[in-house]
């Protein structure tokens, strides 16, 4: 008779987001991802399937997460712009934070599609509704005429990555804000 699982299942997944977030795919080992999501390598295996598996999994989380708290930065504000200032002063706030898609993305590139997937899933979800506010935004004479919804879109989603690498690499407050004002800028 196999024993009930006694551990939380949301709790450990968190506790292996935590370590990927920070160290990586190939540079996390089993033991640290047992001893940050509080388990025995056996619950691991039983509960995740493989690390491999378990990173997956993760990074569905993760950009679940990250996902609905950009779009809720999106929708703050009485008029478009404030939404996206809102959302730039968010990554800004957390730049310093590891991102686990911007570390998946260096670390295996265009290599693994399942991981592709999970990314562009999140990454379609945010485009359209960047898009969508920078339209709005235009619609409120806050974006200048002649720029474009959609390259607006791409534009912003490289400066969060840029924003965060930044952060990672020592860059500090006044730098990141500037990137974001710079950001901002290049709309109007």
Do not use: N
Request: include cysteine.
């Amino acid at each position: 008779m196999a024993r009930p699982r006694e551990f939380d299942r949301e709790l450990a997944l968190e506790g292996a987001v935590t370590v990927f977030r920070e160290q990586g795919f190939e540079g996390t080992s089993t033991g640290d991802l047992t001893r940050a999501m509080q388990i025995g390598r056996q619950s691991l295996y039983d509960t995740f399937g493989d690390k491999w598996q378990l990173y997956l999994e993760a990074l569905r989380r993760y950009t679940a997460q990250e996902t609905e708290a950009h779009l809720a930065a999106l929708r703050t504000g009485p008029r478009a712009m404030d939404g996206l200032e809102i959302l730039l002063a968010r990554v800004r706030a957390k730049a310093g934070e590891a991102c686990l898609s911007v570390g998946a993305t260096c670390e295996f590139g265009r290599r693994r599609p399942e991981l592709m997937a999970i990314q562009q899933a999140g990454s379609r979800t945010l485009r359209a509704a960047l898009a969508a506010r920078v339209r709005e935004a235009k619609a409120e004479s806050d974006v200048g005429e002649t720029v474009d919804p959609g390259e607006a879109a791409d534009f912003l989603l490289a400066s969060i990555s840029a924003i965060r690498i930044a952060a990672r690499g020592g860059a500090g407050a006044v730098q990141l804000q500037s990137l974001a004002e710079l950001a901002l800028r290049a709309l109007r």
